[in-house]
């Protein structure tokens, strides 16, 4: 029988493990953090966990920058994007 892994929300990654994965460095994902634009699980000793959906917005935060934003304009997008994501839930919930 195969156990099935954390949820996408749970946070399972070191800071240095997450930073490796979407090739950022340790220092960007405190800084991202101190600008409000992700929150990662912490433990009860403080140390950041990251969730699979952490590591999405981190890529997402890359391809912004790459666009050229700078982290102001990314906070707004961001913002966005979750309120449409939020939208869409409640509508298909109504619609159910």
């Not at 634009?37 to 912004?64: A, H, V």
Request: aromatic share 4%; net charge negative; charged share 30%.
């Amino acid at each position: 029988m195969t156990m099935p892994g954390p949820g996408s929300d749970r946070g399972v990654f070191g800071i240095s493990v997450a930073a490796d994965l979407v090739g950022m460095g340790v220092q960007n994902l405190r800084l991202y953090e101190r600008r409000g634009l992700l929150e990662p699980d912490r433990t009860e000793g403080g140390t950041r966990r990251y969730s699979q959906d952490d590591l999405d917005r981190l890529r997402r935060i890359g391809d912004l920058l790459d666009a050229g934003l700078n982290l102001t304009g990314i906070a707004v997008v961001l913002g966005l994007e979750d309120d449409n994501a939020q939208l869409r839930a409640e509508l298909d919930d109504q619609t159910s």
